[in-house]
């Protein structure tokens, strides 16, 4: 069965530089989230997007901006990126039919050097 | 405010040995909870969920979680370890509202490491 694609897997920046991660969620499920998942911590809430509109903001930093396409996709875009902005970036989606279940990709890690 | 406590950030076992990870949450309503395991450098998977119904949940991997409202627990076991279960656990309270959208709430997540 087709899972939530994210790309890219890997991704190192320097600092101040700008980083974009893309999401593919699972076909006809139409709502994406954006979670954060700093070394040894648990998963944050960063936003979600309900049929292309963002419906719920979480600790995401104003350096931060997201978006969901026509076709479902979401990128997420950071800029001036800081060292503390390294993390494990997970995105999942879901379905009304799926009463609530989220399923997750295999998550995008940023470095910031 | 919606929080989820896993007591015990790291618990060693042996291969053949039975297992609970603790999970309490505080909710106002009935919650919705699940469980996620994470190997390392890897996405989050879902072992199980409790949505309503019998409080006993049965998951993957041979995996089973009780729910006790009167404890605000939801506690992951497993009677018999395998050394692919050392991962990171994680449990979750779910915000569900209209249209199944669902805000995760994690907990800070249980090490798990078998010893052979």
């Known amino acids: 069965a087709a899972g939530v694609i994210q790309s890219p897997r890997h991704l190192i920046k320097e600092k101040r530089e700008t980083a974009t991660l893309k999401c593919y969620p699972i076909?006809?499920?139409?709502?994406v989230y954006w979670y954060q998942q700093g070394p040894g911590q648990d998963p944050q809430f960063l936003i979600s997007f309900y049929e292309k509109m963002q419906s719920d903001k979480g600790s995401i930093p104003d350096r931060f901006s997201a978006q969901q396409f026509s076709d479902y996709h979401s990128e997420l875009n950071m800029s001036s990126l800081e060292l503390g902005d390294s993390a494990l970036y997970f995105c999942?989606?879901?379905?009304?039919?799926?009463?609530?279940?989220?399923?997750f990709g295999e998550g995008s890690r940023l470095t910031v050097l | 405010a919606q929080s989820v406590t896993q007591p015990d950030i790291h618990i060693t076992v042996s291969e053949g040995a039975s297992l609970e990870l603790r999970c309490n949450y505080s909710?106002?309503?009935?919650?919705?909870l699940f469980w996620y395991v994470q190997s390392p450098g890897q996405g989050l998977q879902l072992l199980l969920k409790y949505f309503s119904g019998d409080t006993l949940v049965q998951g993957i991997k041979g995996f089973e979680a009780e729910f006790k409202r009167s404890q605000s627990s939801f506690n992951l076991r497993k009677p018999s370890v395998h050394w692919s279960d050392a991962a990171e656990y994680f449990c979750?309270?779910?915000?569900?509202?209209?249209?199944?959208?669902?805000?995760?709430?994690f907990g800070a997540g249980t090490r798990l490491a078998v010893h052979p």
């Open positions: 979750a309270v779910g915000l569900l509202f209209s249209g199944g959208y669902n805000k995760l709430i």
């Open positions: 909710y106002g309503a009935t919650p919705y």
């Open positions: 999942a989606s879901s379905s009304a039919e799926g009463a609530g279940e989220l399923f």
């Open positions: 076909p006809r499920h139409d709502t």
